[in-house]
């Protein structure tokens, strides 16, 4: 399952458009094959910010709000895009203040300073984060043989 479906598009920029967008060949429907390369890349670029975080399978099933928007964002940034005819003088799209502001909110979500509410979030990976020395100990006063590398000289 997606992050989100056509309906979803239709919300922010119309169905005409969308059908202007996504209508390769012309007949007047939008591409199914079109919309799923568009869907798929923007669920990967969604993706790609929060992999580390959450699991696809935890919420596609179920997107939070925050986060379908962002990917309707994504999506349309993407299909701007493929169409020349929509760029500026800059080669910028209608939508290039929105899909900035998507990818600033992928990236606080990426940090933590902005949690999605989703249940079933699993525990951050155990090497994200990691202090790999930890310093001296009782034990190793020097602070040798601490760390994930014990001594530095092939035993890891």
Same mark, same amino acid.
């Given at each position: 399952?997606?992050?989100?479906?056509?309906? %979803?598009? %239709? @919300?922010?920029?119309?169905?005409?458009?969308?059908? @202007?967008?996504?209508? %390769?060949?012309?007949?007047?429907t939008v591409d199914a094959t079109t919309l799923d390369d568009l869907v798929a890349d923007a669920d990967g670029?969604?993706?790609?910010?929060?992999?580390?975080?959450?699991?696809?399978?935890?919420?596609?099933?179920?997107?939070?709000?925050?986060?379908?928007?962002i990917a309707v964002d994504v999506a349309i940034q993407l299909a701007y895009l493929r169409r020349p005819e929509?760029?500026?003088?800059?080669?910028?799209?209608?939508?290039?203040?929105?899909? @900035?502001?998507?990818?600033?909110?992928?990236?606080?979500?990426?940090?933590?300073?902005? @949690?999605?509410?989703?249940?079933?979030?699993?525990?951050?990976?155990?090497?994200?984060?990691?202090?790999?020395?930890?310093?001296?100990?009782?034990?190793?006063?020097?602070?040798?043989?601490?760390?994930?590398?014990?001594?530095?000289?092939?035993?890891?």
């Open positions: 399952m997606a992050y989100f479906t056509q309906t %979803d598009l %239709d @919300r922010p920029i119309g169905p005409a458009l969308v059908l @202007r967008l996504l209508d %390769d060949d012309n007949d007047g670029e969604v993706n790609g910010y929060i992999c580390r975080l959450y699991t696809f399978a935890t919420i596609a099933a179920d997107p939070p709000a925050p986060l379908r928007r929509f760029l500026n003088d800059k080669g910028e799209t209608p939508w290039e203040g929105r899909y @900035r502001r998507a990818l600033a909110k992928l990236t606080e979500i990426r940090d933590g300073k902005f @949690r999605l509410d989703v249940d079933g979030e699993p525990e951050r990976p155990a090497n994200v984060g990691a202090d790999l020395f930890t310093g001296p100990t009782d034990e190793h006063p020097d602070g040798f043989g601490t760390g994930v590398f014990s001594s530095g000289f092939g035993d890891f």
